[in-house]
Structure formats: C-alpha cells, structure tokens
C-alpha cells in the first residue's frame, strides 16, 4: 500500500477499505508516514467527509494505537460520560454517586482543567486528602466494592489521536464532523467503556457553536457507538451561559454536594437527571428513561446518593465529612459581591468569558503547567432571563487577593442587559437516542 494512493482516492471522493484505514493511523503513529501525507489526507477528508463505516474503522484504529484499559474484571456494563467542555459544569462529580446508587458502575478516568474550562480531578482534589493516584487492582476492587472510583490520566493511551490532534490544529482541520467523532470515541473506548453518554455542548461557550453542528457531531459519535457494539446516547445542552451558579473547584464541590442532597440550582439538577437517566439505561439498569430518571429521584430523596458520594471520597483518601460541613473545603480569604452597574434583564451571560475571569482569580490554569487555587471562583446569582435592579449583586467573588479589579471588569464585560423581559435559556435542545 501507498499513502499517496489512499490520499487520491479519499480526495475524489471514495471510500476506504478497514485495511486501508488501520495503514493510515498505524503507519502514522509509527512514524511511518510523514505529517505532509497526513496533512494532506486530513484536508481531503474535511472536504470529502467519511461513511459510518470509515468513521467506525479510524475510531477502532485509533484506540488500538496505544494501551487500552481492561475493565472486564468489573461486573456489569461500564457506562462513561463525556462532555464536550463547558465552564463551571459540575455533572462528573454529582453524576458518578448518583448513577452508582443505581446500580451503575462507574469506573471513571479523567482530566485536569486547561484555560476557561475546568477538570473533575482539580475539583476532587479540593476535598482535603482526595487523590486519583489508584493502581488498577485498587481501581477496579473500588468500582466492584463502592461503584465508584476516579483516576487521573495515565499511560499511553490513544497516541494516534495526540499525534493527529496536533497536526489537525496546524493545518485548519480541527473542524471536521468525522475527526471530531472519531477523536472523542476513540479515547472513551481506549479508557474501557462498554456504554457511552454524551453531552454535546452549544453556543458561545462551546466547541460546536450552532445547535445544527452539534446535533451533527452527537449523530456521527452515537453512529460510531452503535456501529462498535457500544450502546451510545447524547444529548445536546445549552453552554452559552454557565452551568449553575458556582465557577471554581472548592465552590463547584459545594454545588455538588447541594445538588446530591437534592437543593441543587435547577439547570444543573436537570442536567444530571437527564444525563444519568440515559446512563442508567445504557447501564442496563431501567428499561425507559421514565423508568431510570424516577429511580434518580429516589437516592437523592432517600440520601443514598449522598452516602455513595461519601464513601467515595474516603475510598479515595478524603475526608467525607466535607459532605456534612462544607466549611471544611479551602477558603477563600476575600468574599465580595460585585454589584451591578445597570438595571434590566439579563439577555446573555457569555461562559467563556466568566470561565477566564474565575481563572484570572486562580480557579483555572493559563498553562498546563499554571498552579492552581483551589478555594477561589466565582459565584453568580443570576442568570440568562433574570431581573437585575442597579446595585443588586450579580455574583459574588472568592478570592485570595484583595484587588479583584481585572476579574469584576471581565464579569462586567460578559453580561448585557435588555429593558424587555428575555426569556430563559432553554437547557436541552435535543436527547439522541
Ligand atoms: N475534543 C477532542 O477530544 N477531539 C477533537 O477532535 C475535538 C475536541
Ligand atoms: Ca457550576
């Protein structure tokens, strides 16, 4: 086989055979093949798109490229959750008890924050002594014993994607339907999921700004699921503005914890019945999502739920009574509420921009290798469609420095205000099933 062939035939608009496909990424990855003929392959198939079939090959392709984690010592089906990035979005911490408290094991890999964006395992590590460092017998003894556990990112997983990725962001091919699919899939079937849920985000905030991209992009991934024996569901979630109120690690645990004990703020509650409702039913669980969204709404009234979420932390290392006594989490030295200087209803309410102005204060990383402080952020108190009278306050501040100048003035700049009533947001635009 020859590369320049298979960038021909992909560029007038062929399709390519399963073998031709695992030349191309195994080639690649090897080194094998040179970053021009990938480039060039990339930009023929952005124009040419790929079929199912070629989406469902490059994606298999890419998870065999590097190590892949057998979770088959896990009983039942190992159902993971990905989002596509949002700001202040809590769903990981309070959807691994709640789904676990189901019956559903959650045997979860994840992240750190980068940029306006925030990570699971930065906000686990605001809880005094939690840590992801688990070996893979204690991770998996944790996922049978408790249902669930969280490990950081480890080993080489999908080296093919980090290649591609890289190459993708030169050569103005980030943006492709079937590249996106097949980079997300292939790291959840790489990290051993059985089932897969996944919230495509919209709007300003998101990757795919048009809710038409984004149901496109939920399509191809769930086509790619379905067609690799993985039981995949999404849906399409509204992240123009943040998702709850709180924006910062310390302060998200907190919303967590709220949230768990059902008083949580009404968009993320609805977000985590929703999506662990399709977990559950993935999971084999419940039969409907009636069927699972009632047995949701029963371990948050009848505290399992919460219990799970304790236990999980002292499996981990932490102290669970942060479950019972939220002042045991950071601190932030400097508490201020940021009065408004307009009145009006708020008509947008921009999440990259509010995600920047919490990292300005420390709750996120400007770099991959940026310290963090845990106990700062930013705590709104009104979104999209409220009513703001001039000098009410918008959103509280935690910080740990006293000049808060730069973060206020960013908050500031994120928020209009309309003299007409402006209808809420609508959260979920689209389940996909
Ligand atoms: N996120 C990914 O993991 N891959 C992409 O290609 C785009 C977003
Ligand atoms: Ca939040």
């Known amino acids: 086989m020859r590369m320049v062939d298979l960038i021909e035939k992909k560029r007038d608009g062929f399709e390519l055979s399963t073998e031709e496909i695992q030349f191309i990424v195994t080639g690649y990855t090897a080194g094998d093949i040179d970053d021009y003929q990938m480039s060039a392959f990339l930009m023929a198939t952005y124009f040419q798109n790929m079929t199912d079939r070629e989406r469902a090959d490059l994606t298999m392709a890419m998870a065999a490229s590097g190590d892949q984690i057998d979770l088959s010592a896990i009983d039942g089906i190992k159902v993971d959750k990905h989002s596509t990035g949002g700001v202040g979005d809590t769903t990981t911490l309070v959807l691994g008890p709640l789904v676990a408290a189901c019956g559903v ?62 190459l993708r962001d030169v050569t103005a091919t980030v943006n492709s339907i079937p590249l996106i699919a097949s980079s997300i899939m292939s790291k959840k079937i790489a990290a051993g999921a059985d089932a897969i849920v996944l919230d495509v985000k919209t709007g300003e905030g998101a ?13 191809a991934m769930v086509g790619i699921g379905n067609a690799t024996g993985r039981k995949t569901m999404a849906i399409i979630s509204d992240m123009s503005q943040p998702l709850g109120f709180a924006i910062g690690n310390a302060l998200e645990v907190k919303e967590a914890i709220e949230t768990l004990q059902g008083k949580g703020p009404e968009d993320l509650t609805e977000l985590c019945l929703v999506l662990g409702s399709q977990m559950v039913v993935v999971g084999g669980k419940a039969d409907s999502l009636e069927e699972a969204r009632n047995m949701l709404e029963e371990v948050i009234a009848n505290g399992k739920a919460l219990d799970i979420f ?61 310290e963090i402080d845990l106990a700062v952020g930013i705590v709104l108190h009104k979104k999209v469609g409220d009513f703001v009278k001039k000098g009410e306050a918008i959103a509280t501040v935690y910080s740990n420095t006293e000049d808060i100048a730069k973060c206020t003035e960013m908050l500031y700049n994120s928020i209009e205000f309309k003299d007409e009533a402006v209808e809420k947001i609508q959260l979920i635009s689209k389940l996909i099933t």
């Open 207 to 219: 990757f795919m700004k048009t809710a038409e991209d984004a149901e496109e992009l939920a399509h």
């Open 310 to 370: 304790r236990q999980f932390i002292k499996a981990q290392g932490g102290n669970p009574a942060v479950v019972d006594d939220v002042s045991l989490l950071p601190q932030a030295k400097f508490v201020k509420e940021v009065p408004s200087q307009k009145e009006g209803y708020i008509s947008f309410m921009e999440a990259d921009e509010i995600g920047t102005a919490a990292m300005v204060l420390g709750a996120g990383r400007a770099t991959k290798e940026s």
């Open 105 to 166: 094991p959650v045997a979860k890999m994840s992240g750190r924050g980068l940029g306006h964006t925030g990570g699971t395992i930065d906000k686990l590590e605001a809880i005094e002594g939690f840590h992801v460092e688990l070996s893979t017998e204690d991770f998996i003894k944790q996922v049978n014993d408790i249902k669930v556990a969280v490990i950081g990112q480890s080993g080489n997983l999908t080296p093919a994607d980090k290649k591609l990725y890289a």
